[in-house]
């Protein structure tokens, strides 16, 4: 199971520590955030401990309003649990026995200065988010065209980097190139990025790597997109193309996620940039409800 420390956090958002300073690598296997709301006033059955916990105004305004000795008991019962860390937001006091529980138990008490509380827990979700996500590699190059993210695959050599060449002439952005880096965010979203190791670097044969924001600027490179089509780049071959109106449609299978595959036959002389264009563009205009060949069967209806 992938994981991630408290001091990850800790570092992503600078957060301040107020306690459990020696356990910061504290493991985050959950990729949500919980606001305690039930658990304060008894009510523990569906509690998920597991999660992050954070403390906004409402929660400390609450606890604020208990005696000492109902803090001690409402605190407590939560502690009890060891949720792997609590994050107190808007910059706000810690309750001294909330500290001293905290301390007693080795669970990092961390503090942030922003505020409102439900913006901090939407952007500590989606990191968290993406950082557990089940990921794989695989080898290809990654291209956001006209804000489409496409995958492109295909044998070493085939022609891929110099295809995403020709893409990135045309205005559209690199994400990844030779190894893609693919994320399941969730049943229908797949994520493509970099490994870091290739970040804004393309390797083109007989030229060798070039960086591509270097060479034409921020807007020829995109940290991550969601992948929507998987094209894979095989050579020609006579005979093997069907000049069909309506293809039946064909998937890729990432990690339980279903991609729309294209086959593009490369030859001398063919578009296969603008081929890739016209296949994302048309995914766009499907998926606002348009399909090319009702339109045709429709104009053959009325000629009739």
């Known amino acids: 199971m992938k994981s991630i420390s408290v001091k990850d956090l800790m570092d992503r958002f600078s957060l301040e520590v107020l306690a459990g300073e020696d356990q910061l690598d504290r493991k985050i296997t959950k990729s949500k955030a919980h606001r305690?709301?039930?658990?304060?006033?008894?009510?523990?059955e569906f509690f998920p401990m597991e999660l992050v916990?954070?403390?906004?105004?409402?929660?400390?305004?609450?606890?604020?309003?208990?005696?000492?000795?109902?803090?001690?008991?409402r605190i407590g019962n939560i502690v009890n649990y060891h949720p792997p860390c609590f994050i107190i937001t808007a910059n706000q006091d810690s309750i001294?026995?909330?500290?001293?529980?905290?301390?007693?138990?080795?669970?990092?008490?961390?503090?942030?200065?922003?505020?409102?509380?439900?913006?901090?827990?939407?952007?500590?979700?989606?990191?968290?988010?993406?950082?557990l996500a089940p990921e794989m590699a695989i080898h290809g190059v990654c291209v956001n065209v006209?804000?489409?993210?496409?995958?492109?695959?295909?044998?070493?050599?085939?022609?891929?980097s110099e295809t995403a060449h020709t893409l990135i002439r045309r205005?559209?952005?690199?994400?990844?190139?030779?190894v893609v880096t693919l994320k399941k965010l969730g049943p229908q979203t797949l994520l493509g990025t970099h490994d870091e190791k290739t970040k804004e670097l393309l390797?083109?044969?007989?030229?060798?790597?070039?960086?591509?924001?270097?060479?034409?600027g921020r807007e020829a490179f995109q940290d991550q997109t969601r992948i929507v089509l998987d094209i894979e780049l095989t050579k020609w071959e006579e005979?093997?193309?069907?000049?069909?109106?309506?293809?039946?449609?064909?998937?890729?299978?990432?990690?339980?996620?279903?991609?729309?595959?294209?086959?593009?036959?490369?030859q001398p002389g063919r578009d296969v940039a603008g081929l890739i264009e016209?296949?994302?563009?048309?995914?766009?205009?499907?998926?606002?409800?348009?399909?090319?060949?009702?339109?045709?069967?429709?104009?053959?209806?009325?000629?009739?």
């Open 36 to 44: 305690p709301g039930l658990e304060f006033v008894g009510f523990f």
């Open 53 to 73: 916990q954070v403390l906004g105004r409402k929660e400390l305004n609450f606890l604020h309003t208990l005696s000492d000795e109902e803090q001690k008991l």
């Open 96 to 131: 001294d026995y909330l500290t001293g529980c905290c301390i007693q138990e080795g669970i990092p008490l961390l503090r942030t200065d922003e505020d409102p509380t439900s913006e901090f827990v939407s952007k500590l979700d989606a990191y968290m988010l993406k950082a």
């Open 146 to 160: 006209s804000g489409i993210g496409v995958l492109l695959r295909g044998k070493s050599g085939i022609g891929k």
């Open 171 to 178: 205005g559209h952005r690199l994400v990844a190139d030779d």
């Open 203 to 216: 390797a083109l044969r007989s030229i060798g790597l070039v960086n591509v924001v270097r060479l034409y």
């Open 239 to 266: 005979n093997s193309l069907y000049n069909d109106l309506e293809l039946e449609p064909k998937f890729s299978d990432y990690m339980g996620v279903q991609i729309p595959y294209i086959e593009i036959q490369l």
């Open 278 to 304: 016209a296949a994302a563009n048309n995914w766009y205009l499907q998926r606002e409800g348009y399909s090319a060949m009702e339109e045709f069967s429709k104009r053959l209806g009325e000629g009739k």
